[in-house]
């Protein structure tokens, strides 16, 4: 089983709609969880930390669920601009390394 | 611009050649990170570094590969004897020791073509 799995998508919506991703991780020692963004050739762009149950950040909310061993994301109201891929990164607090999904990609449509 | 910096932005090799990358961490980031990402996947941790102690390496780091951040800055990544499975984007992150949690910033990447 992969450490990190995330459906890759291409999740196709239109502006304005509501679209959540969802992650699960198999390390039950992950502490801290990271939301990135990335674009085509981009770097990875921090988007959200989750420490405890969940974080809410304008437009995007993610919700950690520990018994489960998901983490999700849930983008309110789609703008072109959210198009990217989000990745989705536990962090196990005994080590620095970040270990990141491959990513769901989203393309929000006109 | 007060970001992670890395250079070059690309590079193009031919097998066998050594190539050197460089990566400035934002200036009061004492951890540093060095991964790999390759098309369709998500970036593979490769080392890090806080100051100037390597703390850990991923077993991706084959022989053929150094890094070195000798005064606690910037980090030198090198590949020896390139092959064409290296060609990959090679991404720099740092992040703050105190404080806060483990949020590590990007730098651009440097991308390498190994032909």
Request: proline fraction near 5%; include cysteine.
């Amino acid at each position: 089983r992969k450490e990190v799995e995330q459906d890759p998508g291409p999740f196709n919506v239109p502006e304005g709609a509501t679209v959540a991703f969802n992650c699960t991780y198999s390390n039950s020692a992950s502490q801290s969880f990271f939301w990135y963004r990335q674009d085509c050739r981009k770097e990875p762009k921090l988007l959200m930390s989750v420490y405890s149950s969940g974080n809410e950040d304008g437009r995007f909310t993610a919700q950690l669920n520990r018994a489960s061993q998901y983490i999700s994301l849930l983008i309110r109201d789609s703008k072109l601009s959210d198009s990217a891929t989000y990745l989705c990164v536990p962090q196990d607090t005994g080590r620095r390394a970040l270990t990141f999904g491959s990513g769901t990609r989203l393309q929000v449509q006109p | 611009d007060t970001g992670v910096s890395q250079d070059p932005r690309h590079k193009i090799t031919k097998r066998g050649q050594n190539v050197t990358f460089r990566c400035d961490p934002i200036s009061e980031h004492n951890r540093l990170y060095w991964y790999r990402q390759t098309l369709g996947q998500g970036p593979e941790f490769l080392t890090y570094f806080q100051n100037e102690a390597q703390l850990e390496k991923s077993r991706l780091l084959s022989d053929r590969f150094s890094a070195e951040r000798p005064k606690g800055s910037f980090s030198t990544l090198e590949i020896q004897r390139t092959e064409q499975g290296d060609s990959a984007m090679y991404l720099c992150a740092s992040s703050f020791l105190a404080g806060g949690g483990g949020e590590q910033y990007f730098g651009p990447g440097t991308r390498l073509t190994v032909t």
